[in-house]
């Protein structure tokens, strides 16, 4: 747990850095060379296949997470502007509901 806390607050620095450098959260060129470095640095006993599913949704969540921040600065900036908040647009798949996930009375230590 405490290392993806350490990479979310790495991805809300990095979102930082890339306001303020204008550069776009979603890199697909970036993302490949991070699946090939994957799936090279792998020595089992999860397939390529597998492992590479698990960075994707890694990144996806830490992309979701720069997205929210930055939206959250727009706000701010706009507010500050005394423009209102900038409308943000809801991710699919995002849930605060765990109850499913921990019936059988499973944890995800």
């Known amino acids: 747990m405490e290392l993806l806390s350490e990479r979310a607050r790495a991805a809300q620095k990095i979102g930082h850095l890339k306001v303020a450098t204008n550069l776009p959260v979603y890199e697909p060129a970036r993302e490949k060379v991070i699946y090939c470095n994957v799936r090279a640095a ?6 390529d296949i597998e492992l590479t599913h698990i960075y994707e949704r890694i990144i996806d969540v830490m992309r979701a997470l720069q997205r929210d921040e930055l939206a959250s600065e727009r706000n701010a900036l ?3 502007q ?9 991710r699919q798949g995002r849930s605060n509901d765990c109850s499913d996930a ?3 009375n499973r944890r995800a230590d």
Do not use: S, W
């Open 42 to 47: 792998n020595k089992g006993p999860l397939p």
């Open 102 to 104: 921990r019936e059988g």
């Open 78 to 80: 706009a507010q500050a």
């Open 82 to 90: 005394g423009h209102g908040t900038v409308a943000e647009t809801p």
